[in-house]
Nanobody
Framework: QVQLVESGGGLAQAGGSLRLSCAASGRIFSIDAMGWLRQAPGKQREFVGSISRTGSTNYADSVKGRFTVSRDSAKSTMYLQMNSLKPEDTASYYC?????????WGQGTQVTVSS
């Protein structure tokens, strides 16, 4: 089992920044990729970004150049640095991890960007 806990959400103005954290615990020694998804009200959950065990990253086109996913293995924590925020970034953000092909999810943290 893997437990994931997000933190760092809140309210930001357009053009501002926030940093989300995802702390992993449990059987973390064989976690493969980790990532972030988000879901806005009335919309489907969508991919934001991910980072592999080797540190390679992928991003959705909508956040590329603005968001950065990083991972501190020593702290078993993943981060999402969000810069140049836009109102359309408003959503609940979820941390995910994959271990032995099985996905795990955090409870989500709310990000609200005002115009």
């Amino acid at each position: 089992q893997v437990q994931l806990v997000e933190s760092g959400g809140g309210l930001a103005q357009a053009g501002g920044s926030l940093r989300l954290s995802c702390a992993a615990s449990g059987r973390i020694f064989s976690i493969d990729a980790m990532g972030w998804l988000r879901q806005a009200p009335g919309k489907q959950r969508e991919f934001v970004g991910s980072i592999s065990r080797t540190g390679s990253t992928n991003y959705a086109d909508s956040v590329k150049g603005r968001f950065t996913v990083s991972r501190d293995s020593a702290k078993s924590t993943m981060y999402l640095q969000m810069n140049s925020l836009k109102p359309e970034d408003t959503a609940s953000y979820y941390c995910t991890a994959t271990r032995a092909g099985y996905p795990y999810w955090g409870q989500g943290t709310q990000v609200t960007v005002s115009s």
